[in-house]
């Protein structure tokens, strides 16, 4: 192996990972909601954040929607 390379001629490429690269974001959500997805991910073997993540990801490849029935005020 060479001990000195000359790197410019070397051309940049765009990231071909760039697009699956994972976002972070900051999310408040029910400590037994995050309990639950631990206890999932725990016995799956996988990080929480990444069953969440798979989780929203079959969401939307189903096209799931949310179906919220607030209470009636009386």
């Given at each position: 192996?060479?001990?000195?390379y000359?790197?410019?001629?070397?051309?940049?490429r765009?990231?071909?990972?760039?697009?699956?690269?994972?976002?972070?974001?900051?999310?408040?959500?029910?400590?037994?909601?995050?309990?639950?997805?631990?206890?999932?991910?725990?016995?799956?073997?996988?990080?929480?954040?990444?069953?969440?993540?798979?989780?929203?990801?079959?969401?939307?490849?189903?096209?799931?929607?949310?179906?919220?029935?607030?209470?009636?005020?009386?």
């Open positions: 192996m060479k001990t000195e000359d790197l410019s001629k070397l051309k940049s765009k990231n071909p990972y760039a697009s699956k690269l994972k976002k972070p974001v900051t999310m408040r959500l029910s400590e037994d909601v995050v309990d639950y997805f631990k206890g999932m991910a725990a016995e799956a073997g996988v990080p929480y954040q990444s069953l969440i993540n798979l989780y929203l990801r079959d969401c939307l490849a189903k096209n799931r929607k949310v179906q919220i029935d607030w209470p009636q005020a009386v």
